[in-house]
Nanobody
């Protein structure tokens, strides 16, 4: 079993920046791809961004492309999400995720973090 522990998040004004981090308790094939999802109140959970553990193959949802950056520190089993130019519609609980394949990280991750709240005020 793998635990994903998130940190970061909080309250920020529109146009500001926040950074999230997520550390996996151990490195396995099931955590080769790591990424982020978010769920706003009353909405379904949606994919945000993902990357392979070696830092390659970063992918983003269209809604965050150009504003968010996902990157990893393989030695620390950690994935980060740098969120810039935040908008009120970015307000959500952000979840870390991990998966064996690049397709699974975008559809059915093997592991989930507990979630961290991001609130963007207008």
């Amino acid at each position: 079993q793998v635990q994903l522990v998130e940190s970061g998040g909080g309250l920020v004004q529109a146009g500001g920046s926040l950074s999230l981090s997520c550390t996996a308790s151990r490195s396995t094939s099931s955590t080769y791809f790591m990424g982020w999802y978010r769920q706003a109140p009353g909405k379904e959970r949606e994919f945000v961004a993902a990357i392979s553990r070696d830092g390659g193959g970063a992918v983003y949802a269209d809604s965050v492309k150009g504003r968010f950056i996902v990157y990893t520190d393989n030695a620390k089993n950690t994935v980060y999400l740098q969120m810039n130019s935040l908008k009120p519609e970015d307000t959500a609980v952000y979840y870390c995720a991990a998966a064996i394949t690049s397709s699974w990280i975008r559809t059915a991750p093997n592991y989930w973090g507990q979630g961290t709240q991001v609130t963007v005020s207008s």
